[in-house]
């Protein structure tokens, strides 16, 4: 049997580096590829993709996974062995059911409908972005019937978030929507109990990188298997576990623009540095799903990163890098500065509160026009009416509304829902550690990361993707995903920020 | 006809893709690549360099190659079809030839002997290498074996300068040595005659950079399809004709060494930027020799970066950037100072006049090594000996003799003689492109490089690996390969710099 495995680790291990080589490729385009590269980038990217695919999908790989199985190497579902079979094996076999010619066509699409989409955006024309938005929905359409689901949407989502189903999905929005509604009206009308000026003002940016470099090494992201590097928009990938690539921007004039999401990217980073080394090259060696991955840059950048606790450590050290620009601050002041709600249009500006009504407003418009309720030309239209209603405010043009995301232009529906799994999923994952660690708050309080980072090494990242976001809830929580706990830790905090009294969810409808 | 010609430029085309993004991760290695990504990266070059080897030298190639032959595409032998169908059915042969289980062990004992060559030099201790050396030695003996050369060296050369035979090279190389040991006795006793001590000043490193820069820019090239990053060891490499990479390192003391490798850099760069597109992903699209690429960034280096007329111009600009430790110069003393002569130890110190030195003594020792007249045992000895003999110099010890160079570690062995026809030809080159634009000093005097860069795009850049360097030389020259003008350009500068009598060659012995 160990040869088998053997053979099976060495075919899909060569599929692995190609992938490997094309995230480098995309990574250097993101960073330092000079802009005349970008016609053989493209060609470099498509062979290297599509041999990782062929190669991936091959009988040979399918018929040792098979025998494999027959041989009963499943047994043990929590070993390595019996995960990289279990995760292959589900992969495989859906990687196989989308013809090669229709993940060529999306490709092509994809990069066609971008292009028209920066071209819409800049004009706020949404004509121009029309044609290419139902072409890449019903391209998605036909991609998503290939699995024959139940609902439609069900293998939209599980691309990104394996398992998860629809329905499930809907009724968390829904407990979410039910909770967030009303905290967010019960804010609104004390907007101006939050002061966030101070970070508008001038802030030295190379000052500003060594600030969120001290925060990412003190949170554990190993500079030794990775590094920082600048992006127009923050990313990060890794090409193994030993090589991490975290990316972010710096804007002279917001504090917290690089700042909070070097953390954010760090927590992400930290996920793909902690992957067992048993798992290098087997495809479980990165992060179970995009659910699970938010939850740890979430967890970082907000759980920690916009913590009181965390500020009566890292302000010093801030006032020390700015010294002018926060002197009228203090560790309080600035905690509520870096926590303002602020109901706004643009979903990556967005705060904790009204994040996740920015997702739910896309996971209903996503469903709506696959089933049919709203056609691709009526998008606008229901997309600013659904913002009124949700946040009470409307975009002016196309731009800050419908058009702001790139996701969809590049075939991305389903992905949004991750974001907001990520956002729920990090309380849950911290709250279990603060009942496990009952020192944490005091730790993060004295600057000490090392007892949280291991706890999550241990619970959820030495792991890959040997289990689903569903199992490792499971194991690590003890029970199913859940807004609640998220709703419990909003309503705590907010209520303190902002004076509330006590804001109970609407009963669900 | 244009049907199989098209087929194997696809085919032939994924494998350039996949040596094309072998050597993005090869650059990533020496500029930004964190310690711990070594392993992996290890592991995905060997995967990308297997797969394009095992895609090029598939019979599917082999079999249009020759079916494209027969059907006569190579009767236009300027033309590209027939220069794609030419050059590669050559190379095509050249690898099928070498069994594909030497080549793996050529590279595994390369990674071994790198490592015990760094032990090596650090502690100057040569029987660390020994054994290393030895074996590197008899693989590349079997290799070469595998084209059952008439002389063993011949397939050594050929690797890395196709069409070059090893009794041209040893006659180029004994008129070099007639010429140059006169000529460094001549600058002996004069060597005071010229001051560098202002080349070891503080320069600070920023406006090094953009010095450098600056003169890359004015040379031709291209920023908006290249790049310049900082590496331990300043090389250059490509993805793309519009995706080059040059890399420096810059040395606080030594004012020359990012200047001039910078300058150097560039005409490799350059040389890569001016190739037909019409080449693209045919393996014609990269310089045709190490020779010839040498020749692009000495010339730049050499023959315009260290002339006076271009120091006419640019001086001022050095000036201005460093006013202060370049106060007490002027453009003579200046241009007197980068052009100092002086016998030394290490080759890559090496001057203009005493370089070519240093590379006879390795075309030598390499020869004598493999025809069994001197033990790896006894190379530092015959190294000593030989540095004694033509340079008048002797290593303390063995890390500044015999263990200074990387190159035999990795299996490089025929590579150094390339350095050596690189400053012979820029000088060929260069004193056609003054014949065919006698306005040219002046121009260089005037910082207007248009017209050079022209002329090197149509002689030589354009044709990629179309033509050999013995055919290139030809049709840009009207002569063969010759070391005659370069020692004539040698005897006219140092004499004029350091006041010498007219220095003969020494009768060829």
Not at 149 to 152: N, Q, T
Not at 162 to 165: A, E, H, R
Not at 278 to 283: M, Q
């Given at each position: 049997m160990n040869g088998k495995l053997e053979q099976l680790k060495a075919l899909i291990g060569e599929s692995r580096d190609l992938e490997m080589a094309a995230l480098l490729l995309e990574w250097d385009q993101q960073?330092?590829?000079?802009?005349?590269?970008a016609a053989a980038r493209a060609e470099q990217l498509a062979t290297l993709k599509r041999l990782a695919h062929e190669r991936y999908v091959a009988p040979e790989v399918g018929r040792l996974l098979a025998e494999l199985k027959q041989n009963g190497?499943?047994?043990?579902?929590?070993?390595d062995e019996a995960s990289i079979v279990r995760f292959n094996t589900r992969e495989h076999d859906r990687k196989r059911r989308v013809p090669a010619d229709l993940v060529s066509e999306i490709a092509r699409a994809a990069s066609l409908a971008e292009a028209a989409w920066e071209r819409a955006r800049e004009t706020s024309d949404f004509a121009l972005f029309r044609p290419h938005l139902e072409n890449m929905f019903a391209l998605k359409r036909g991609w998503a019937e290939c699995f024959q689901?139940?609902?439609?949407y069900d293998p939209l989502l599980d691309e990104y978030e394996?398992?998860?189903?629809t329905a499930e999905a809907r009724k968390i929005f829904a407990e979410l929507k039910a909770g967030l509604v009303p905290l967010v009206k019960a804010i609104a009308p004390k907007?101006?109990?939050?002061?966030?000026?101070?970070?508008?003002r001038e802030y030295d940016e190379q000052k500003q990188w060594d600030l969120g470099v001290e925060a990412a090494r003190l949170f554990g992201f190993d500079f030794g298997r990775g590094r920082q590097d600048r992006s127009a928009h923050p990313f990060t990938t890794n090409f193994s576990r030993d090589d991490v690539r975290l990316t972010t921007r710096v804007m002279r004039?917001?504090?917290?623009s690089s700042l909070m999401s070097t953390m954010h990217e760090a927590g992400h980073g930290m996920y793909e540095q902690g992957i067992?080394?048993?798992?290098?090259?087997?495809?479980?060696?990165?992060?179970?799903s995009l659910g699970v991955h938010e939850s740890q840059s979430r967890l970082w950048e907000?759980?920690?990163?916009?913590?009181l606790g965390f500020w009566r450590f890292f302000f010093p050290r801030a006032q020390a890098a700015f010294p002018e620009q926060l002197a009228d601050q203090n560790v309080e002041s600035f905690h509520r500065a870096i926590n303002k709600v602020r109901p706004s249009l643009i979903r990556v500006e967005a705060d904790e509160v009204t994040y996740n009504l920015h997702i739910m407003l896309r996971f209903e418009l996503e469903q709506e026009v696959l089933n049919g309720a709203v056609k691709v030309a009526d998008l606008p239209e229901a997309w600013n009416a659904r913002m009124k209603e949700y946040l009470g405010v409307a975009p002016a043009d196309d731009a800050e509304?419908?058009?702001?995301?790139?996701h969809w232009a590049d075939g991305?529906?389903?992905?949004?829902t991750t974001y907001t799994l990520g956002n729920l999923l990090s309380v849950q994952f911290f709250d279990r550690a603060c009942k496990d660690i009952p020192s944490l708050p005091a730790q993060i309080a004295a600057g000490e990361f090392a007892d949280l980072l291991n706890w999550l090494r241990q619970?959820?990242?030495?792991?890959?993707?040997?289990?689903?976001m569903g199992e490792l809830v499971q194991r690590v929580t003890g029970g199913p995903l859940s807004a609640e706990p998220y709703l419990e830790y909003l309503r705590r905090k907010y209520q303190s920020i902002y004076g509330l009294d006590n804001v109970r969810s609407k009963p669900t409808s």
């Open positions: 960073t330092y590829m000079p802009p005349g590269g190497i499943e047994a043990d579902y929590d070993s689901p139940a609902d439609i394996p398992g998860l189903k907007a101006e109990a939050v002061d966030d000026a101070c970070l508008h004039n917001l504090l917290t067992s080394p048993a798992l290098a090259r087997t495809y479980l060696d990165e992060g179970t907000n759980l920690v990163g916009r913590s509304g419908v058009l702001q995301d790139i991305y529906i389903g992905y949004f619970k959820i990242h030495r792991h890959g993707r040997k289990f689903t």
